[in-house]
């Protein structure tokens, strides 16, 4: 059985050809399994939606279980507790992101903090 590879974010497809779309640039630091979708750390993005909670939900959506499993924790229904999100150089509360409003050129950080000795 041959492996779908995902389609390259920066390429257009039904989920990002601009077309009365918003595009937000976004980084992600700290993200194995959500390194193979992209060929780089960051990325520029378009998307209909304009929350951060449409952003995630989109990302899911677009990109299936892996992607899912980095972001969301199902146990509480939200967004892992060990991501912490930046918009535009600042800290996003963990509240809920259906009310963070994005808008064109806005820059998204999804970090994953980690935790050792």
């Not at 989109?58 to 980095?70: A, E, F, N």
């Not at 050129?105 to 050792?116: E, K, N, P, S, Y």
């Amino acid at each position: 059985m041959e492996s779908k590879k995902p389609p390259e974010p920066n390429k257009a497809s039904p989920h990002q050809d601009g077309g009365g779309k918003i595009c937000i640039h976004i980084t992600f630091v700290g993200f194995p399994k959500i390194y193979d979708f992209f060929q780089k750390d960051h990325i520029n993005y378009y998307f209909s939606g304009n929350t951060l909670r449409d952003l995630v939900d989109d990302l899911i959506v677009r990109y299936g279980q892996q992607v899912k499993d980095s972001l969301w924790d199902e146990r509480i229904n939200r967004l892992d507790p060990c991501i912490q999100m930046v918009l535009n150089e600042k800290d996003v509360t963990s509240g809920d992101l259906r009310y963070v409003k994005l808008s064109e050129g806005d820059q998204v950080t999804f970090l994953r903090l980690l935790a050792g000795g």
